[in-house]
């Protein structure tokens, strides 16, 4: 499994809690077996194939724009954050 | 109570106001909705005026409720200098330096801090902190020991020394991250998602950045209220462009300047320019892996970059970026033209200035104002390799006028 940390606005999809466990082979596929379980949760992250301009997805720390964005490979153990991208500064 | 809403940049959904800086529904920044009739009934050109000289002049602008909570280590209303020197070095017809490193804590960011402290005490906080390239954590520690609050505050571990010393005398909690600046703000991003903590620039940005409008007021008002023709400002997230741009149009609809027709110029280090590469391709802004002597600009993912090449298009403005020998050029020029002495976010400003001339850019016969951010003193790390070591002579005239005769030989050295 893999943990994936959620900003505040998207904790209504794990009741409340500040991280959930999920599986799935890419960032992509992560999230849509969240969705499958919280109705609604992609839709908040996602748009036209691509993540939504103001939010941002770190694999173990590391912004997936460095990598293959959504279809960034996770493994066992991995830590994904997804956050609001206006932040800092 | 001039301050109706926070409202979504991005969608519009109105929100109380909160320690929120976030759109639940589109995760867009929320910003301060005002009530500007309400405003423009209370204040006049006279009543300014007639206030201290700090940032606080601007009172009913500025989203604190209770003067109680008001932080105030008498920030702001920092000098407008006539630079004909710089000018003419330049080949510009007017320019003038707003120098705001000689604020308390040597940068703009006293601005920000103090609104974002003030607000972080009316929301009952005990503790504030922030993810910082350097000022923001001189100006957080200085605000946060002021008010008797508790404070961390994060920086990556290659910042200047300067400005790790200055944080330090002020006593907060500071931790020191294995990283750049975005690695500590994706950090500081989860912490204030588990610690009730004011983050001036996180959870208190909207009301942090507010502070920065500001900068675009006094402008205004040291012209003799009126707008300037081309503001030329440094870009590391884009939250001080947006709002000096924000600060002159709250102006002209108070009817406080005729019109804000300011061309809003951004300037950055070529080691980390997404804002004016975007500008410069149109195409989105696309995070950079920083790699610069100048630390305090270093932001390679800019949370407002959306929104500042937005600006920069929208006023006409344009958009430079300037090399690590031309930075420190940028410097040099500034103390030797005009006697302010900066730091290397004040070098890329001056810097990109006489490339952006040189190129035709800009028109020689504007005026302009540059944005000088920061206090050269934080950054003589960086400068240190690149000056004369000064010549020893024994304490005797013969020595001197030797040396003088000599003509005093130049040479940079190592120190």
Redesign the interface.
Known sequence: MVTV?????LRKFSDGK?EIQASGKTIREIIENIDKAKPGFKE?IIENGEI?????I?HN?E?V??KKGLDTEVAEDDVI?I??????? | MTVISLKCR?CGKRYPVEA?????E????LEVEYDYEAIKEKLSKEKIEKRAPTLWRYRELLPVESDSSIVDLQAGFTPLHRADNLAEALGLKELYIKNDSVNPTFSFKDRVVSVAVSKAIEFGFDTVGC?STGNLANSVAAHAAKAKLNCYIFIPANLNLGKIIQTLAYDPNLISVEGN???V??????IA??YNWGFV??NL?PFYSEGSKTLGYEVAEQLGWRAPERAIIPV????LLTKIYKGLKEFETLGLIDSADTRITAAQSEGCSPVTTAFRTGEPI??V?PNTIEKSLA?G????G?YAVKVIKESGGTAGAASDPEIIEGIKLLAKTEGIFTETAGGVVIATLKKLVEAGEIDRDESVVAYITGNGLKTQDVLANYLTKPPVIKPDLDAFRELVEKKLEKEVVAW
Not at chain 1, 52 to 56: L, S, V
Not at chain 2, 301 to 304: I, M, R, V
Request: aromatic share 12%; charged share 20%.
């Open positions: 940390r959620l900003a505040t606005p500040p908040r939504k301009q103001f939010i941002n770190f720390n912004d724009r460095f954050s956050l609001p991208a206006v932040s800092g500064g | 991005n929120i800086s976030i759109c639940e589109c995760f867009g920044p993810a600046y975005d690695d703000n994706r950090l500081c991003t989860e998602g588990y620039n996180i940005r590391a997230s884009g939250s696309k995070p892996k932001i993912n800019p949370a407002d959306y």
